[in-house]
């Protein structure tokens, strides 16, 4: 007599989730400067290259572009985006001036749990930098801003804020990796131990202030490194 099989549980590999598994590693490569601003992606490539067909890569393209990490342009191709000379420090002011608001909100609703949170993201985002693990200090420093709005409870600044990360993200720290500057990797962690620490002291106004002087000292890095 044989046995009556037992059915599998296994979970399907949805479309999106294959999709969303090509993002993050694109991330990853154009943070780590493996791709640059203005390198042409090829759908063919990469499908070939990851073994998957091309429907995956195109949704991932169609996601990074809505992120800003990638452009099309008709008749030419796919590229790895960048943001232009002029628009560096507009872009960190706008961002600044999200965030502050976003603190203010975390200060008055709930400062204990937030610092506790972003202390464990700062902890990884020191561990990242002792490592010289520069992607996955490119993911906690995401991780600690994006945590930030999502504390604030505020989910139309969060849209606008995300809508600017990735771009951003990717300039920043192709620069960093430009500079050669492991020191600086290393206090990437500690530049945001400040916006913690008033938090957790209930500090409003110095709250506020470290997250301007952190975000709006970024777009000196670039200057640094031309």
Known sequence: MVADRKATRLERLEPRALSRRIVEQLKRVIIAGELSAGDRVLETDLAEQ???????????????????????????GTFV??????????????????????????????????????QEIVDGMDAAGRAGDLPALADRDLEFHDTLLVLSGYRGLHRIWRSMDGLVRARTYATIGAMNDPDFVLRTAGLHQPIVDAIRTRDAEAAERAVEEHIRAVPNLFKKST
């Open 50 to 76: 990851l073994g998957v067909s091309r429907g995956p890569v195109r949704e991932a393209f169609r996601q990074l572009e809505q992120e800003g990490l990638l452009v099309s342009y008709p008749h030419r």
């Open 81 to 118: 985006a960048s943001v232009p000379e002029d628009e560096i420090e507009e872009v960190y002011a706008l961002r600044a001036q999200i965030e502050v608001y976003a603190t203010r909100r975390v200060v008055a609703r709930h400062p204990e749990e937030a610092a506790k949170t972003l």
